[in-house]
């Protein structure tokens, strides 16, 4: 079962691949994405307000 499905992959690969401009509008969106969203993209957090809601009533709280 896996080979055909690996056979039809395969073929509809190659029938994509085989047009220059296919290949481009296949290939370039994912590159420009690879390389721009590094950049738009950051991890770092900034003026985020937090608050602690204790419920515990206990001594030290």
């Known amino acids: 079962m896996f080979h055909r499905l690996w056979t039809l ?3 509809e ?3 994509l691949l085989r ?3 296919t290949r481009a509008i296949l290939i370039l ?3 420009i ?3 721009l969203f590094p950049f738009a993209a950051t991890l770092e957090v900034t003026n985020a307000t937090i608050a602690i809601y204790d419920e ?3 001594e030290h709280s």
């Open 9 to 11: 992959i395969r073929k």
């Open 13 to 15: 690969l190659q029938s």
């Open 19 to 21: 047009e220059p401009q």
């Open 29 to 31: 969106p994912v590159l």
């Open 33 to 35: 994405q690879v390389i």
């Open 56 to 58: 515990d009533n206990g």
